[in-house]
């Protein structure tokens, strides 16, 4: 008999013994620490992006030198004022600028008011039937929008009393009070909604009141730990407001699904008759080593974003690796804590007996689900045909993903504008029409130059001939306009450019101010704006790719590796999830590009996919599919190492852990598609991308492809070169005193990977 090569210790086990024998400690330590981190957080503050942050390149160096230039933080608005019939010579259309000239001071928030009869006068159009009145709010731009009621309600009633023009206000200030509330309410409603769905199907899974409530408690106590933590990181690395949003988006998504990982093993332990301290040290040395190993396996996905060095990409970063950690140690500490202190009273029925006595016995929540003595009939229905037929099936499920994978050859993305505004947003409206009046007027270039003292004469006639220059291309255009910031050591030169701002005669025409006019006038100014900004981000994003993937699937390779001791393993992981991201990408280009169910969605597309959005959507979900997959292989290396034929293995793990991946799924993909009803675009995208792509890596990869290609490759699943042979074997299961519990034919069974 070959005596069995000894197992590193399972740290998982070990922590989790610990604090289940140490509960009152262990849940002191974790509420303390849970307190102390919202305290402090809130003490600090979370420190929010400055706005040249988020730029790269020579964007991001203009936005810097005017960060620190001391200009004043101004909100810019305009009154759009148009007309069919009449233009800026009538008398009507006089009368209406000057009674919104009159309306819009009258209310004291207002300054600097250009109109087309001004000295300075504002934009005409060349027909003459379009004008624009311009000012500035008073007070600071970034407090602006708590100011800008009364001016909305001002020019509102002058456009009452002028019925045959059309006068509509729009800018800065009012499109933060109009759409930033919209939005913020939109995000506060998808939060909502994602607490209660998340409730019901815990409940539906467990049938159990606390069951249900322990993974959520958990899981929020994570997110709301790790937001404090991130506010004392913020301060060394700044983040987007949008952060937070999404470390609510992952956090409750990771935290429930370990909680559920854990105790629905610790339960299948029971219910085998095992008792509550053996099955608390099963759970935590099978389950939790799962969790810890996924964990680590997402905090490396999602650490690819700092190699981007987009300020936006590496707050998200931040953000998401603090939560998830968070949410690993919560469930390794605390929750065994939780469980060790409730019992066998976690599964107090509510849900299971009310609908047993409403249908007289002959439906329970368990059958519905398929779950019977620790394994799924249903996915054990599914399973066989797969298992009995191995090849046809891998192709089939091959072939689909394929399939569906294919129209992502052809993704376009864009960068985000007003388009992307979903909904009945009449402001929005009024953009497009100023947009389309003065296009370039909305989102000029803006060129910075910093010299000693901007104001000589010398750099006086050089901006002039600049100005000269860059009209005589016919690619820029008015409005120019020229700002000095106080110590005269940096100008702001404003220039309208043709196009729309986001095709490519704008980006033509960056390329020639950066090109040809500054170098001939201004040389060593700056160009940033919208226009630049996209330009860019796209240029960084195309040189970054190759070091995000290369660094993700790289380390996962290693991760999986290290932590099942298998090369096919660690390849067909990476093969797996690369083919469900790319199926995702393709349903994206087929809903949001090409327009298939924009009536269902209720949405218009814009023809592009946002352009931040294919990077963050692999590293998310490269990082999630993880989840599932290493907790069903840690099942499945469990019963190959106790003596399974490595198919039967395969179709215990599959059976084993359906109801907690099919239970998680469902959260995750209820909690992803809350996303879809906000009325951006790029969140709709953002929640369908991963809801599509939980849903087929739930169902499609993990229920037929991953088991077909087991079966098909037998004992080489378990393959590891002799050169590899140094790497540490670690348990996937219970301790080595449990051998006693094993028929003593599969304690002589030696799991010796082939090679």
Known sequence: MKTPKRRRGNIAASIGGWSARHRWWALLIWTSFVIASVLVGNAVGVAKMKS?????G???????ILDGAGFKDVASEVVLLQSGTMTVKDKGFRDAVADVRKAVEATGQVEHVRTPYDKEPSPVTEDGGTALVQ?????EGGTAKERVQPVLDAVAGVAAAHPGLRIEQAGGASSDKLIGEAIDKDFVRAEQLSLPITLGILLAAFGALLAAVVPVALAMTAIFSATGLLALTSHLLHVDDATTNVMLLIGLAVGVDYSLFYIMREREERVKGR??????????ATSGRAVLVSGVTVIVAMAGMFLTGNGVFMGFAEGTILVVLTAVVGSLTVLPALLSLIGDKIDARVVHGAVRAATRGRVTWRRVLGVRGGESRFWGALLGPVLRRPAISALL????????AIPATGLKTGPQTIDDLQGDYAIAQTFKRIDTAFPGGNEPAVVVLKAADVTTPEITSAIAEFKKRAFATGEANEPFAVSVNPGKTVARIAVGIKGTGSDAVSEHAVRTLRERVIPATIPGAHVTGATAGSMDFNEQLGRSLPLVFGFVLLFAFVLLLASFRSLVVAIKAIVLNLLSVAAAYGVLVLVFQKGYGESLLGFHSTGTITDWLPLFLFVILFGLSMDYHVFILSRVREAYDKGMRTEDAVA???????????S?????????????TLSLLTFMQLGVGLAVAVLIDATIVRAVLLPATMKLLGDWNWYLPRWLQWLPQFSHGEDEDEDEDRPASDRDRVAVPVG
């Open 52 to 56: 040249y942050e988020n730029a790269n």
């Open 58 to 64: 020579d964007s991001r160096e203009a936005g810097r």
């Open 135 to 139: 000012f500035d709010m008073k007070g």
């Open 275 to 284: 008792d509550r301290r053996r099955a608390m040290e099963i759970a935590a």
């Open 397 to 404: 499920a091959g072939g689909l993903l394929v399939a569906l």
């Open 652 to 662: 215990h793990g599959i059976k084993s852990t359906a109801a907690v991946v099919t």
């Open 664 to 676: 998680a799924a469902l959260i995750m993909v209820a909690v992803f598609a809350t996303f879809a």
